[in-house]
Each structure stands twice: as C-alpha cells, then as structure tokens.
C-alpha cells in the first residue's frame, strides 16, 4: 500500500489540486454574477425542461 502511494502521490496531489481550483473558480463566477445582478432586481435562473412534470 506504501508503495502504490509512493508512486502515485504526485499524480493525486496535482488530481486534488486541480479539484480545488475548479471548485473555487465555479464559487468565484456565482459570486461574481450575484454581485452583478444584485441592485437589478434581476433572478439569475437557469432554463430548462421540466424533467418532474
């Protein structure tokens, strides 16, 4: 199990970190756009079909 970890350590940590910073960027773009729509009045909703109908 040491072994496995040892050679694929790097491979994970860049794997986790890449993880990170897409989630901290889509966090970034929402905070973002709800800055920007929020003296509007405008309700940012995403448009769709009604799978649940």
Do not use: C, Q
Request: avoid cysteine.
């Amino acid at each position: 199990m040491i072994a496995v970890l040892k050679r694929y350590a790097l491979a994970l940590f860049f794997l986790l970190l890449i993880s990170v910073l897409m989630l901290l960027g889509t966090m970034g773009v929402k905070s973002f756009g709800d800055n920007m729509f929020k003296d509007t009045g405008v309700e940012m909703k995403p448009r769709g079909e009604h799978l649940t109908k």
